[in-house]
């Protein structure tokens, strides 16, 4: 089973930042929260990830907080082309990935 | 870098009849790969992790004599549906793994069985 919470679906205007909760209560001390999306019909992308520091890259940001139970993902200027399914996955390095539900994001125009 | 190809990207077969796919990392060496099927409106389910000359490993309930897979070499991993029937018609995602755990997924394959 899939160990991270995530919004069903989610709306954020084009151009605005858009923000996507992951909650991860069980998360241990050796797991990473890594994110990928899937757009329609494509095989997933890799987003970012990170271990327990805030991490950037130039798709987005990763806030995790103090305690590692939740974090958000931070797409700071969303496009039409960010619409997609968002996946929130926790793992070991190395470790194979058990995708959960996801949120879906739409960018409206 | 890090590309993951899939062929074919789609693929129409009778009932009954065996169908090949294959997914190549392009320009690293993978260790492991990983086979997935997806369902219309559903996430992405596990169905197989496979290391280089060595017996894939199933999840549970994959049916390993109808989902066969192939790791001869550190770039080319294949899957094969046999004797296909409607309900196997999915969209089949492959990843690779580079050394370190990254995971890089193919374009997907999308099998319809008439």
């Known amino acids: 089973d899939a160990k991270t919470t995530q919004p069903p679906s989610m709306d954020c205007a084009e151009g605005r930042a858009a923000n996507l909760p992951c909650n991860h209560s069980?998360?241990?001390?050796?797991?990473?929260v890594y994110w990928y999306r899937q757009i329609h019909s494509q095989g997933p992308q890799y987003i970012i990830h990170?271990?327990?520091n805030n991490e950037t890259n130039e798709m987005a940001s990763l806030i995790i907080t103090e305690d590692r139970k939740s974090s958000t993902l931070i797409l700071p200027h969303a496009t039409l082309r960010d619409t997609a399914v968002y996946y929130c996955?926790?793992?070991?390095?190395?470790?194979?990935?058990?995708f959960g539900k996801g949120t879906r994001l739409h960018i409206l125009p | 870098g890090a590309v993951v190809s899939q062929h074919p990207s789609r693929v129409i077969c009778k009932s009954g009849t065996s169908v090949k796919i294959e997914c190549r990392s392009l320009d690293f060496q993978a260790t492991t790969m990983f086979w997935y099927r997806q369902f219309p409106k559903q996430s992405l389910m596990l169905m197989a992790t496979s290391n280089e000359g060595s017996k894939a490993t199933y999840e549970q309930g994959v049916e390993k004599d109808k989902f066969l897979i192939n790791h001869a070499s550190l770039t080319l991993s294949t899957l094969t549906v046999t004797s296909a029937h409607p309900e196997d018609s999915s969209f089949y995602i492959c990843s690779a793994s580079l050394a370190g755990g990254q995971q890089y997924f193919g374009p997907g394959t999308r099998l319809t069985v008439t």
């Open positions: 990170g271990l327990k």
């Open positions: 069980t998360i241990s001390g050796n797991e990473y």
């Open positions: 996955i926790v793992r070991v390095k190395g470790d194979k990935i058990i």
